[in-house]
Structure formats: C-alpha cells, structure tokens
C-alpha cells in the first residue's frame, strides 16, 4: 500500500515500508466526561533534507522552527485514495527522524475554540447596553437579550402613590444561549445542524449576566440659589415670578430635578399654595403646587433629558388679594449614571468550550464533522441509535475475538453537578445509575459551569392596573443582603455578587404589570413581561430526557471486538452514524471505534441504544 501525506501541501518523505494505523471514532463510549477525535498512532519521517526545510529546519543545531508548536495542514492517501481530506499534523520529537501523529475529524472546530473566551473573543457590543426602565420594558421584544421576573436577592419591590411596583434596581439581564451558539460557530468560521438547535427546550434558554449591579447614584451637575422679595398694593389673582433656573443639557441621561422653596409672607390673609412649573424647549413637563399655609414647597422630579434640552422653572403665587414675600430657592440638577452592563467585560472569563461541553452534556449530543466543508452535524443519543441507516457487513465478518464491559470508568451513581451558593448541596443534581455493585459507590462525571438557583420557590407579587397577584418563582441569588443596626433602627443594604452564571427560561405572563426603579423615581407599565424559571434544567430532568438510552447502555450492554475482512473503500466510507448488522452475531451494533484490521462493535442486543459523546482529546 503506498502511504502519502502532505503537509502544508507538500509531499513528506516517508518510509518505503511505512504504515500508520488509524483509530476513526466519534466517542469511546467508557469516557462519559472526555471528548476524543479520530486519530493516529505515533509514526516516524526520515530526517531527510527536503523533510527539514519543510519542517523549517527543526532539529538541527540553533533552529528556531515554530512547526512543534502550529497548527499543520495535512492530508493522508492511501494507493492515490484521500483517507484524510483535512487533518492536523503534530509534530511530537525529533531525533534521528521525525516523530508524528495526526488528528482528524471534529479537531478542527474544538482547536479554533481552544483558550478563546465568549467575552473576549465574540463581538457581544449589541448586547451591551445602560440599564434604565425603558430598557429593560423594551427588552421583552429582543431576541438577544431580555430582562425577567424573579427574585435575585435584591430589594424586588417598592410602594409609592399607594401603588407597588416591581423594582428594576435589582434585576439582572439574561442572554439568549442560541444567540451565543450562533456568535460561536459564525465567529469561527463553521456552520451546524441538528434538530435539537430548533427545539424550544434549546431556544428558550437564558443566561444570567453574572454580576448583581446596584444602579450608582446621581451626579449632580448644575445648582441655582436665589432669592426674591416682591410687594405688590394690588389685589391679584395669580403673582407670576417668571423663570429662574435655566440650563442646557449636555448628554443624553436620566436626570433628578430637585428643589426647595422657602416662602416668607406678610399677607393679611396667610400664605397661600406657589405653583411651581417646569418647562422643556417651551412646554410644561412637570406641575406642583404647593399646600395653602405652607411656607416651603420641594419638588423631586425624575425624566430622561436628550442634549440640547432647554430646561426652566416657572413661579406663580396663588394669592388672591396683595402679595408682599419673600421667595428664595435652591434649585438643583443631577444627572444619573445608569447601571453599565457591559457582557463583553462580564464574560471576559466563560471559556467557549466551557460554554460548548455544557450544551454537549445537556443534550447528550455526538459531534460528526463533514469531511468536505465546515459543518458539524450533531445528533441526539436517540437519534443516533434509532438511525434509519442499517449497514449489512456480515460478509466481512470473520470472528468476534473479545467481549469487553464499559463500567471500569463508572460508579454506581454517575453524578451530573451544579454550583450551590451552599457547599453540600446537591438538589438540582441527576445521576445515571448502574446496577453494578463491584463498582465505587459514586463518581462526578460531570460538573456544570452554572450556579443552581435556591430551593425552594418563593411568593412574588405581580402587581398590575386592575389588582395583584402572587406567583411563585425561582430565587437566583445575585446579591447578599446585609442587615445594620444604626441605633436601634435596622438599615437593609444589598451587595452584588459575581461570577454567578445561571440558566432559566422564558415563562411570559399576561397583565398590565406595574414596574418602576425606585433609584430614578420612574414608573411605568409594561404588559409583555415574563417570568425567569429553571424548570426543566434540573439534572434529574435532563438526564430522564436525553439519557435513557444511554443508561440501559450500561446497564445492559457490551463491547465486541470482531476481526473483519475490510479493503481501504470501506474504510473511506466508513459511516460511524450508521448501525451496523452481522448476520454471524443475530445483533445490531453501532461503531464505537475503529482501525485498520480491528474493530470495536457496541452489543444492541435488538435494542436501539447508545451512549453520549463529548468532546475529542480529553479537552476539558
């Protein structure tokens, strides 16, 4: 058989006699927690002079290749076949010739998101974004990014005008996953497929932003003092002051209009209510008039003000008869600094593979690269064992030489874990069970990047305009409240926390919904909110949905070895999504790996089943 490989798109020298074995797997099934790729056993290149330019002179004295430590382009033939279209080359030693071995398969995607981070790496600035109320009512008709109902730990309500209203101060907002998965695969180049990406179990699945903001304070940025004295022997009904207080906004904000007045009257009927207006580019936004016999009056008034805006304050003193006063004023404008979330900052530290293996673990999928383009097709574990595709090989069949059992990497609970704010917690966890009592009595094999909500659901009131009711929802802690005693009064203050993922989904509710911050004083209602629930991300869940085919595997199922009579086009053809049937067993199986003379068939024993697939190389 002629042996060929290419590297870089030139011919390597290689040895006369040589062969390299291939391994060709999708997963091992006895490796639950570790991803593998195709891949071959360790060859060696003779140190040839055309070998060493290739290798950029790697070996000989004072080198400085790089080739050790890149990615190399190879491709593999065998008799002119292509057995390998795009491989990576890995040089491991040199000595008296060149030492390698090659990867192939799902290696090209897991090695463009090897160190990269969701943060750092994908470009999240659409989704960045000043937290403030209108943003967060209109984030309910975003795709990307949405603001739910839930109790994270903060102040979640106030009450003011004798109405309560859901307090936006202390919500967190939430990521779509699929927006992620997107930005993953467009970023690097790659494109996918697989039913589970349409399923609304994946596209309606949130992440927390993983970091509790508490909304920073005002700023302010003009004051106005003054004072005015006016005697008037005339009966009127109205004395108007004209206007005071101008200024010009500079930046597009939020922003606190605050001011007291002081009367000081000497009018024989007492002091009558001061009318105080606030105008923007000519017209009134803001009205107050103060109590009759009140010698001070405050206004505390919260909008949102564009650059350019022309803000004053208008005085008219309701007297009806004579005025002689006294009117003085500390008129003052702070600007608000609304809560900066930023995701691109925030998840600067969320490894993509990280991010990747958890969708892989959720959904039990198997990764199979396209050998002629970059999609990556990923199946189910039912889709995989209920394959429509049955392969009739028993005419290659010559003898089954071992049987093997997968439980030697297995406990008797196989463990899938959260975080909890509490160490030894562990309600939201799953297991796969083996009936096996040789084995351990548990192992974790897999432990999430993402926090557990508490236990328990609490009462939430969802307060709208024709009444309220109570709901109960998920608490997500994001920020620890702490209690201080100052003077025997109890003041409640709220710290956020960090680095908290967590998953929810969207529940949207019907009403219309009162919500407001009581940082900026503004109110508003909103009737397309929804709920934020981890219903159905348990483990317990998860793995009774996309596991059971897998734990009947363990518990039922072995691993064949059988010798088979196989030329090199069976080989290039060889299809690992397919099941595979040997007259000679009475069995169906499905490839768990396989090589050139030798292969390892999974027992179905009439049943369709399978195990889960990660990813390759042991990357973690």
Request: hydrophobic share 35%; glycine share 6%; with cysteine.
């Amino acid at each position: 058989m002629i042996v060929e490989l290419y590297i870089k798109d030139i011919l390597i020298d290689l040895y006369s006699d040589a062969t390299i074995k291939n391994t060709i797997q999708a997963n091992d099934v006895s490796q639950v927690s570790d991803r593998q790729s195709s891949y071959t056993d360790k060859f060696s290149a003779p140190k040839t002079a055309k070998n060493i330019r290739t290798f950029e002179g790697l070996g000989i004295n004072s080198d400085t290749s790089s080739i050790p430590y890149n990615k190399l382009d190879c491709q593999l033939k065998y008799d002119g076949f292509d057995f390998i279209i795009d491989g990576w080359a890995v040089v491991s030693e040199t000595s008296d010739e060149f030492d390698i071995y090659i990867y192939s398969g799902i290696i090209d995607f897991f090695k463009a998101i090897e160190n990269k981070t969701i943060g750092s790496d994908l470009d999240l600035s659409e989704i960045d974004h000043s937290k403030d109320l209108a943003t967060v009512a209109a984030s309910q008709f975003n795709s990307n990014y949405r603001y739910f109902l839930a109790d994270y730990g903060g102040k979640t309500h106030f009450t003011t005008g004798g109405n309560k209203y859901i307090n936006i101060d202390y919500m967190v907002p939430s990521v779509n996953r699929k927006y992620l998965w997107n930005k993953i695969f467009n970023t690097f180049g790659f494109t996918y497929s697989g039913s589970v990406f349409d399923n609304v179990r994946f596209t309606n699945a949130w992440i927390t932003y993983p970091k509790g903001i508490i909304d920073a304070p005002y700023t302010s940025v003009n004051v106005n003092t003054g004072s005015v004295y006016v005697e008037s022997p005339y009966s009127l009904n109205g004395y108007y002051f004209g206007f005071t207080g101008n200024f010009v906004i500079t930046e597009t904000a939020t922003y606190r209009l605050y001011n007291v007045f002081n009367l000081s009257t000497t009018n024989p009927g007492g002091t009558y209510p001061l009318l105080i207006e606030i105008e923007k580019n000519g017209s009134v936004i803001y009205s107050y008039t103060s109590t009759a016999g009140s010698a001070t009056a405050t206004i505390d008034f919260t909008t949102p003000l564009n650059i350019g805006d022309d803000i004053r304050i208008k005085f008219t003193y309701l007297a009806l008869g004579y005025i002689r006063l006294t009117l003085s004023w500390n008129f003052e404008i702070f600007k608000y600094s609304a809560g900066n979330i930023s995701f691109t900052e925030e998840l600067k530290d969320f490894s993509i593979t990280s991010f990747v293996k958890s969708i892989l673990n959720e959904y039990g999928l198997t990764a199979f690269a396209d050998k002629y383009s970059n999609n990556i097709e990923f199946l189910t574990i039912k889709e995989r064992v209920q394959s429509l595709t049955v392969i009739d090989w028993s005419n290659k069949y010559i003898e089954r030489t071992s049987e093997n059992y997968i439980y030697g990497n297995y406990a008797q609970r196989n463990i899938f874990k959260y975080k909890y704010n509490e160490d030894e917690s562990d309600y939201n966890d799953g297991s796969i069970n083996i009936n096996n009592l040789n084995l351990a009595e548990s192992k974790d094999v897999f432990s999430s990047v993402f926090y557990s909500p508490e236990k328990g659901l609490l009462d939430f009131e969802i307060t709208d305009t024709s009444g309220s009711v109570t709901k109960s929802v998920n608490y997500f802690k994001m920020f620890e409240k702490e209690i201080n005693d100052n003077d025997g009064v109890q003041e409640i203050k709220y710290k956020g926390l960090e680095k908290r993922f967590n998953l929810m989904r969207s529940n949207p509710i019907t009403g219309t919904i009162r919500i407001g911050s009581e940082v900026t004083n503004q109110l508003s209602t909103s009737s397309n909110l929804s709920l934020g629930e981890f219903s159905y991300f348990d483990f317990e869940t998860i793995i009774a949905e996309n596991y059971s085919e897998f734990g009947k595997l363990l518990n039922e199922s072995k691993i064949h070895e059988i010798d088979l009579n196989i030329n090199l086009i069976d080989m290039i053809n060889l299809d690992l999504k397919s099941l595979y049937f040997f007259e000679q067993e009475q069995q169906y199986y499905f490839l768990n790996t396989d090589d050139v003379l030798k292969a390892e068939f999974l027992n179905l024993d009439h049943q369709f089943q399978n195990y889960n697939n990660f990813f390759p190389l042991n990357f973690q």
